[in-house]
């Protein structure tokens, strides 16, 4: 049977999966492992996956549907939000690198009356 839910949690023995119907759902390690980045997107932004599901008694066990990796194999998949605070940080830091005249000069008078005092120190 097939259900949709949204990864809710990600832990060590798996995932929590609320389903479409108000049910929690566990998935298993092995599942999550073998389809991480697809568990991730979901939990990140609320993206509902489609699951087959078995219940147990009271209790539900989901594992992802074959295929499913949002259309997308998960090497080729980006997250936009991720990249754009990559770029930022980037070109900020590049700003930062970039040396700035004034603060050049101080440092400069300071090497060169530092390089002088150790040359007065040994003549």
Do not use: C
């Not at 049910?23 to 489609?50: F, G, I, N």
């Not at 219940?55 to 998960?74: C, D, E, F, M, S």
């Not at 990249?83 to 603060?103: C, G």
Request: aromatic share 6%.
């Amino acid at each position: 049977m097939s259900v949709r839910g949204t990864v809710i949690n990600i832990h060590a023995n798996g995932a929590t999966v609320r389903l479409d119907d108000g049910t929690l759902a566990t998935a298993k390690q092995t599942d999550v492992a073998a389809s991480h980045a697809t568990y991730v997107r979901s939990m990140d932004l609320r993206d509902p996956l489609e699951f087959e599901i078995d219940r147990i008694g009271r209790y539900a066990l989901v594992w992802l549907k074959a295929g499913q990796t949002n259309g997308v194999p998960a090497s080729l998949r980006t997250d936009e939000r991720f990249e754009a605070k990559i770029t930022a940080f980037l070109k900020e830091s590049e700003e930062k690198s970039q040396p700035q005249p004034e603060l050049q000069s101080v440092v400069s008078r300071q090497a060169r009356r530092k390089w002088r005092i150790r040359r007065h120190e040994h003549d």
